[in-house]
């Protein structure tokens, strides 16, 4: 047990911790951004996978690891035109759409992979490349800080700065006023001339990028190649991390890194006898024990407030 | 005189079939404040909805400023210095009310929102036209009043010069009144031109420099304020030009059927809108509630059917007591309801008539002795009702949608009166519904009235509840302010000044209405 402890609290195991977020926190934001314009991305998931197989690619037949990353993000972006063309143009629902869009994406790789790869499982016989790893200067030779936070791939770095990008976006400029605006009263929005379609189709496009970048992230960072269903779940889990944030930038980066830490974790507790089944499980539970007591509390408060005006002499008393 | 805006011969039908204006002509002189009055139904908001570009009129033109105008969108109407405050606010509520001003028209610097030149923007807007606000505040948290002033504030950034205020006062209590009509004199000094929908006469009259009144989509006149009474103002609204007749029994009322008790309800809002309502209906009369619409009637209506629970008092029907029950406890208490709005509460649209028949006694073992329901029992009874309440129909299996108003309310008015109610509840029961299927549900009404009912009818309507009622009750702003032992004995303008609030009667407490 104290190997396990020390294990947890080494300058590895927070490196690590970084590294698996990196994926979550780009799908995190990414629903952030398009569920605060009011258009719920289930499609997370597929966006992330295609960007990852598109990475993976390209990257082999360009030789270059800049334009992998270039047709993952390209990708991402397509599978999200693709989700606003149907469901803000067709008025399909957002929700089976983004279901269908996830279900061609797992599919659509598999049969691309076979194509290209003649395999169906992974795309190891294709030599692509993978995104280089950046030393920071000055900040490597600081001891704990140096080891934590230099030497990883790119996107890592990407990562930590659409965080803010996003905030600022989201709460500093016209177009992120704009965007919560639609997102919470589309009519009022309407009603001053903004077009609700354009915000809501922008707002798609950069969960499309961001997507784009956590695939890429996958098949050219966190391992070297394509493998089928590779993104397991994270573009959910960015959901997730999203609405426990409570649909903040910070929160959501804060519920990343949670799910990241139990990501991590599970990683390493495997070498205990624990069965790992289970231990994959707990950060979920963990979830799903937070955001009941989240609910339990708001609907106590809605109920007291509803009671306070009901009886407005009680108030006083 | 200048004319500002022009509106001539607009035609307005709804794909419904409603026709909401018909020839209506309407002129605003530049730098006045113009009231829109009529009662619910009569057609001003549709006229203001053509104005501000969210309807298109089948006919008529609009000239404003002297040349023609084409109001495709609200866009045309904002860039053309039309701005509208809907009855509805439209509103960010998790946004500043600086940010809510600006929506649209964000002040920047750089690549960001200049939050600061936002909140300055939104002080000197509200200084300039004595709209006080914090502009930090968030909506969410304000009143109802300040929200009003956000919204004409956002008109105004937007360079309103012509404003129209959808029944403002509606949802303010009287102080905001006050503020409001203070702002409103405040822009017409500075050379806004104000149209005002309302149908509170008191409130025109302080308002107002002219009154257009508008009925049943019509025209009916245009006069100065300064020189109109309210009484002359209350007879162009009302009108008298479709006089029912009905014959209407004598009567021997019976027992108590429903027993109001001090019913109180507070909304959300936390504004009283029900305050300390009692009052009884007797078996086989029909007491009738004027009013102008609300005034509580409908929260009264919702509490009494089991739609809502009062906030204090007692409801007693057909001897039960029934407070704070839900509709299904009430309805087997024996309480039918035919309410105000069909397509909400009366009907599912997408079901056939039968379905729509027998929604309240599915499970009934008549039409369900065992585990599933007899379609033939079903069929037998829906061929029953359709004939013997003349609702016209290709089949009993047609969707209740594909039929008109008059007919959709026959739906109801044939499940709940063939379920032999001991107590009726009709809200504008009329509403929307041709001649001849309203002087139908009104001889049903009576009928059941007269087998031993008691009926309680609500209506806007004042030639409709004075027709039919026995006795008569007014509600104006949550209260019952005056009763009338035997309806045969009010005047149609006595009876408008309690329902606009000009007169009350003192009633003892408690014994309202009974």
Known sequence: MSEMLQAIFSTSFAYSVLRVTTPLLFAALGGLVSDLAGVINIGLEGMMLAGAFAGVVVSAFTHSAFLGLVAAVASGVLMALILGYFSLKLKTDIILAGIALNLFASGGTVFLLYLVAHDKGVSTSLASKVLPQVTIPILDKIPVLGPIFSGHNVLVYVAMIAAVVVWYYLYRTPAGLRLRAVGENPNAADSVGISVHRVQFTALIISGILSGFGGAHLSMGYVSWFARDMTAGRGFIGLAAEALGGRTPVGTVLASVFFGIADALSNYLQSLSIPSEFIQAVPYALTVIALAVYARQQTRKRARLAKLSQNPEKKAA | ?514
Request: aromatic content about 4%; some cysteine; hydrophobic content about 40%.
């Open chain 2, 1 to 514: 005189m200048d004319v500002l805006l022009e509106m001539k011969g607009i035609e307005k039908i709804y794909p419904n079939g409603v026709v909401a204006n018909q020839g209506v002509d309407f002129s605003v002189a530049p730098g006045e404040i113009h009231a829109l009055v009529g009662e619910n139904g009569a057609g001003k908001t549709t006229l203001m909805k053509i104005l501000f570009g969210l309807e298109q009129p089948e006919g008529g033109t609009i000239t404003y400023k002297g040349k023609p105008l084409h109001i495709a969108s609200p866009h045309v109407a904002i860039a053309n210095g039309i701005g509208m405050v809907h009855q509805h606010f439209m509103l960010v509520p998790s946004l500043s009310i600086a940010e809510n001003v600006v929506l649209g028209l964000e002040p920047k610097r750089g690549l960001s929102f200049d939050w600061k030149t936002a909140v300055s923007q939104t002080e000197e807007l509200a200084a300039r036209y004595n709209l006080p606000v914090n502009p930090t505040a968030r909506v969410q948290d304000i009143p109802v009043g300040m929200r009003q002033k956000v919204e004409i504030l956002k008109a105004l950034m937007r360079g309103a010069e012509l404003l129209v205020l959808d029944e403002p006062t509606a949802v303010l209590t009287p102080q905001e009144t006050t503020e409001l009509f203070a702002a409103l004199k405040k822009l017409k000094s500075q050379g806004h031109t104000i149209i005002f929908i309302s149908h509170k006469l008191r409130e025109v009259k302080e308002i107002s420099d002219r009154v257009t009144v508008m009925r049943a989509g019509r025209l009916i006149g245009v006069t100065d304020t300064a020189t109109a009474t309210e009484r002359d103002i209350s007879r162009m609204m009302v009108g008298r030009d479709v006089v029912l007749h009905v014959d209407k029994p004598p009567t021997t009322p019976g027992d108590a059927v429903l027993r109001v008790e001090g019913v109180r309800y507070v909304a959300d809002t936390g504004k009283e809108v029900v305050k300390g309502v009692s009052f009884e209906v007797r078996a086989g009369e029909v007491l009738g509630i004027a009013g102008v619409e609300g005034n509580g009637q409908r929260e009264l209506v919702e509490i009494l059917t089991g739609l809502r629970k009062p906030s204090a008092g007692r409801v007693i029907a057909a001897g039960k007591n029934v407070t704070g029950k839900d509709c299904r406890a009430v309805r087997q208490a024996g309480v039918g309801h035919i309410p105000e709005d069909r397509m909400t509460h009366g009907v599912a649209g997408l079901g056939t008539i039968e379905e729509n028949l027998i929604a309240d006694r599915y499970d009934s073992k008549a039409l369900n002795p065992r585990f599933l329901l007899s379609l033939k029992s079903v069929s037998e009874l829906g061929k029953k009702l359709v004939k013997e309440f003349d609702i016209r129909t290709q089949s009993p299996k047609t969707p209740v949608k594909m039929l008109s108003g008059g007919n959709i309310q026959k739906v109801v008015v044939a499940r709940e009166f063939s379920a032999n109610p001991k107590l009726i509840v009709a809200n504008q029961p009329t509403r929307g519904v041709d001649v001849g299927a309203t002087e139908f549900i009104h001889k049903k009404l009576l009928e059941n009235c007269a087998e031993g009912a008691g009926v309680l009818l609500i209506s806007a309507d004042l030639n409709e509840v004075m027709s039919l009622s026995h006795r008569l009750a007014v509600m104006y702003g949550g209260e019952i302010v005056a009763v009338f032992p035997n309806a045969d004995e009010v005047t149609e303008e006595e009876l408008g000044l309690y329902m606009l609030g000009v007169k009350r009667m003192k009633l003892a407490a408690g014994s309202e209405a009974s």
